[in-house]
């Protein structure tokens, strides 16, 4: 169980083009999701979490009118690179978590296999 | 800030070697500790976890100790097998601001 998908594994698009980075949680409702950058061989960076049915909440220097994220159902939740450009490529990584053991706690996140984004 | 600092890799060892992985980190408060494990192809899997000061988690026969003198939670497994190889993170999270804080990633090959 606690399985969480991402597709598509890797995309390859031009400059300027935006590009759809969906997040799903296939056995179970995720009441957060959070998406992730890996740049090579540094740490996960945390860009933002979203609960289902409002907005998302972005880290200090990530632009909200660049990477848009939609977390329309407990089940779905979509990364949105808008006019991506070569310093956007990178590898992203969503989680998603059940929130059941309440706030203050940590609540398990279960990671999706990740995309890679390579703009040209 | 809170940060994670683990050792670089890749670490490469012989199957039945003796495997330790350091982690180091930065934070106020009493964070919880965790590993996590990437197998090629997969996301993130949590490895084991331990929620405060000299707790050991252990998981797959793998072990790491919460030291809060050092602020280390290193990793060790006693015999590794081909099926270890695989990317290992190290993570903190702090239950002020809802959000785990990774380090770096080491990853391990084990050759039979």
Known sequence: ?120 | GDSVTQMEGPVTLSEEAFLTINCTYTATGYPSLFWYVQYPGEGLQLLLKATKADDKGSNKGFEATYRKETTSFHLEKGSVQVSDSAVYFCALFKAAGNKLTFGGGTRVLVKP
Request: aromatic share 10%; proline share 4%; with cysteine.
């Open chain 1, 1 to 120: 169980g606690a399985v969480v998908s991402q597709h598509p594994s890797r995309v390859i698009c031009k400059s300027g083009t935006s590009v759809k980075i969906e997040c799903r949680s296939l056995d179970f409702q995720a009441t957060t999701m959070f998406w992730y950058r890996q740049f090579p061989k540094k740490s996960l960076m945390l860009m933002a979490t979203s609960n289902e049915g409002s907005k998302a909440t972005y880290e200090q220097g990530v632009e909200k009118d660049k990477f848009l994220i939609n977390h329309a159902s407990l089940t779905l939740s979509t990364l949105t690179v808008t006019s991506a450009h070569p310093e956007d490529s990178s590898f992203y990584i969503c989680s998603a978590g059940t929130g059941l053991a309440g706030p203050g706690a940590y609540n398990e996140q279960f990671f999706g296999p990740g995309t890679r984004l390579t703009v040209l």
